[in-house]
């Protein structure tokens, strides 16, 4: 069993979890994942480490409300226990040697970019960082992004908030006045993701993405997680939970992930609904 150790309400619908996990702890690196199931007869779901504490054996993670695993994750306390947390899972992300970079994050996106940017920025790498929100009220660890980036920029699509826009339009405004940089690490939506992509494709800048699909095993077995890579013309399948997640943006089709992406929103939303009830019964 895996005890919540301090909690945090990042905005109204992401949550922050620490958890303790010594072995986790001490082996996680910027990129790779853990899968956890929050109670015994509960579905494993995946979730990127955003942070450790090898010296208090702890691990933070990061997770919007989104289906019933995660509604339920989200009523654990502190003191309370995960069934399972299994990790670190994934290959890290690959930040040695680069000297300047561009971390593009957008929305919870943004908690599996920031500890990459922090390890870069400890490796002595200029860090440019640009993330992106919906609006306002759901913009989170700003601070943190502040803290390990030389610039930071942060826009929201409605403009209530610091520069009104997506975050390709300050990155194609610094390409364009001929910034240039070692890779773009970019994070978050699929659909963000890969407008990133095609912005930086004109410049010939490595381009970075980390994929987040449907995961089951973590192992490569299930086959859940597989993604096609276009590479020298030829489709690739690749697995995400043991190849990735980051692959090479130029040769993610997108247009796939997306569609299989999609193929479990209303039973994610049917899972939420009835986990939201189950707690109102208990409440009663």
């Given at each position: 069993?895996?005890?919540?150790?301090?909690?945090?309400e990042?905005?109204?619908?992401?949550?922050?979890?620490?958890?303790?996990?010594?072995?986790?702890?001490?082996?996680?690196?910027?990129?790779?994942?853990?899968?956890?199931?929050?109670?015994?007869?509960?579905?494993?779901?995946?979730?990127t480490?955003a942070?450790?504490?090898?010296?208090?054996?702890?691990?933070?993670?990061?997770?919007?409300?989104?289906?019933?695993?995660?509604?339920?994750l989200?009523?654990?306390?502190?003191?309370?226990?995960?069934?399972?947390?299994?990790?670190?899972?994934?290959v890290a992300?690959?930040?040695?040697?680069?000297?300047?970079?561009?971390?593009?994050?957008?929305?919870?996106?943004?908690?599996?970019?920031?500890?990459?940017?922090?390890?870069?920025?400890?490796?002595?790498?200029?860090?440019?960082?640009?993330?992106?929100?919906?609006?306002?009220?759901?913009?989170?660890?700003?601070?943190?992004?502040?803290?390990?980036?030389?610039?930071?920029?942060?826009?929201?699509?409605?403009?209530?908030?610091?520069?009104?826009?997506?975050?390709?339009v300050?990155?194609?405004?610094?390409?364009?006045?001929?910034?240039?940089?070692?890779?773009?690490?970019?994070i978050?939506?699929?659909?963000?993701?890969?407008?990133v992509?095609?912005?930086?494709?004109?410049f010939?800048?490595?381009?970075?993405?980390?994929?987040?699909?449907?995961?089951?095993?973590?192992?490569?077995?299930?086959?859940?997680?597989?993604?096609t890579?276009?590479?020298?013309g030829?489709?690739?399948?690749?697995?995400?939970?043991?190849?990735?997640?980051?692959?090479?943006?130029?040769?993610?089709?997108?247009?796939?992930?997306?569609?299989?992406?999609?193929?479990?929103?209303?039973?994610?939303?049917?899972?939420?609904?009835?986990?939201?009830?189950?707690?109102?019964?208990?409440?009663?």
């Open positions: 069993m895996y005890r919540v150790v301090s909690r945090k990042l905005n109204p619908t992401v949550t922050q979890l620490e958890i303790e996990a010594p072995l986790v702890a001490k082996k996680a690196q910027p990129g790779q994942f853990i899968i956890l199931r929050a109670n015994e007869d509960g579905e494993r779901i995946p979730l480490v942070g450790t504490d090898p010296e208090k054996g702890t691990v933070k993670i990061i997770f919007q409300i989104v289906g019933g695993t995660t509604e339920i989200n009523h654990k306390m502190v003191g309370d226990y995960l069934a399972d947390f299994v990790g670190p899972l994934g992300s690959e930040i040695e040697g680069l000297k300047k970079v561009c971390v593009v994050g957008g929305g919870v996106g943004c908690a599996i970019a920031m500890p990459i940017a922090q390890a870069l920025h400890d490796n002595g790498c200029e860090v440019t960082s640009i993330i992106g929100f919906r609006s306002k009220d759901i913009v989170i660890l700003e601070d943190e992004f502040k803290a390990c980036s030389d610039k930071l920029i942060v826009m929201t699509d409605d403009g209530s908030y610091a520069r009104q826009g997506n975050v390709t300050p990155l194609k405004e610094m390409l364009d006045a001929g910034e240039t940089f070692d890779e773009i690490i970019t978050g939506p699929l659909i963000m993701m890969k407008f992509v095609a912005t930086a494709k004109p010939n800048i490595p381009c970075t993405v980390s994929m987040n699909p449907i995961m089951i095993d973590g192992t490569g077995m299930c086959g859940g997680c597989r993604l890579l276009v590479q020298d030829k489709r690739v399948t690749k697995f995400a939970c043991v190849d990735g997640p980051d692959f090479n943006g130029y040769e993610v089709d997108f247009d796939e992930a997306m569609s299989r992406g999609r193929m479990y929103m209303d039973y994610e939303k049917h899972a939420r609904d009835a986990a939201c009830n189950l707690f109102k019964k208990e409440a009663k």
